[in-house]
Structures are given as C-alpha cells and as structure tokens.
C-alpha cells in the first residue's frame, strides 16, 4: 500500500503554471533543514566515536596506527548514521504539511519493506568481514548503536516541529 494523497489537498489552490514541482521551499527543506539537520547528526556520531578512541585532531588514523579500528568504526558510525537519517527524512517526505500521525505511521507498505531492506544491507556492510573490507568498516558495540538509534526520530522531528509551525502560522487571505 502507497500513500493516499494528504487530507485537503484537492482544497488547496493549483500550483502556478509557472511554478516547477522543485521549488525554493523544497530545497530548504531538503537541503537545510533535513539535509543539515542530518549533517550536524552524522559527523557528531563520526567525532564522538573518535573520540572516545582518544582520538585528538592531526592523530593517525591509518592502517597500523593504534587509532586504525576506531577510524573503522567511525567510518561504520558514519554509514549508519546516513541511514539511519535516511530513514527519519523518508518518514518526514510523506507529507510536506500535515503531521504523520494524521496519515500513519505504518500505512506505507513498500517504504517499510524498503526500510527493511536497508537496514539488512547497512547490518551486513558493517558486521561481515567480507563487506567489512570492501567498505572500510568494523562492527559497532551496542553503545555505538545506542547513539545512532535516535537518529531516525530526530531527524523526522525537527522536521515535525516546522511543518507544525507552518500549520499554526496565519496564511495570506485568512481573516484574522
């Protein structure tokens, strides 16, 4: 099952001729709001595994060097935290105004599946020697996975957060 079009859609005005379906707000909201929010997300989890390591800026982080497996770890933190963000900007693109709990959480079939086909390839990618090699990664502890999880909430969230701004926000021809 793929998404129903949004509650009050067909209400809406049509788009100006003109207007292309890829606009200004689009690219805000993709690139600097989910795109950042993604960054800012990303290369925490990549630091933040370094550093636990005892990692400090200008340290060696190449093969033989002590830092080496928490470089593949970080490089692994890395990979997991793109998807993981992935996962919460999927969950935020099905609507571009109302709040996902208005058309479900659990209503997109074929995105779960996708979901779940991408965690199986990012499970795989970070825990088999094989992909391990060929990707540069090295297996994360539980508490590497602890730091990731939350990703996926957050980065829907803010997401959240500013379509419910918008929502509460007058419109141009509302009465006030």
């Known amino acids: 099952m793929v998404d129903s079009a949004t509650a009050g859609l067909m209400d809406r005005p049509p788009r100006p001729r003109a207007a292309g379906v890829i606009d200004r707000a689009l690219l805000v ?32 982080t190449g093969a033989g060097t002590p830092l080496h497996h928490a470089y593949l770890q970080a490089t692994a ?10 996962i919460g900007t999927a969950f935020a693109a099905r609507t571009d105004r109302a709040s996902l709990f208005t058309i479900g959480l659990f209503t997109n079939r074929f995105l779960l599946w996708g979901i779940a086909f991408e965690l199986v390839f990012t499970a795989a990618v970070i825990y088999t020697p094989p ?23 957050l980065v829907w969230c803010v997401d959240e957060l500013v379509r419910w701004a918008r929502r509460r926000a007058p419109h141009p021809g509302d009465t006030a």
Do not use: E, K, N
């Not at 925490?44 to 550093?51: A, C, Q």
């Not at 933190?77 to 992935?86: P, Y």
């Open 77 to 86: 933190v890395t990979f997991a935290g793109i998807v993981a963000c992935q």
């Open 29 to 60: 909201r993709a690139w600097l709001l989910l795109g950042g929010v993604s960054a800012v997300l990303v290369m925490g989890g990549y630091l933040f595994t370094l550093w636990q390591a005892g990692w400090h800026p200008g340290d060696p």
């Open 131 to 153: 992909l391990q090699d060929i990707f540069g990664t090295a297996a994360l502890s539980p508490a590497q996975l602890a730091i990731i999880a939350p990703f996926p909430v």
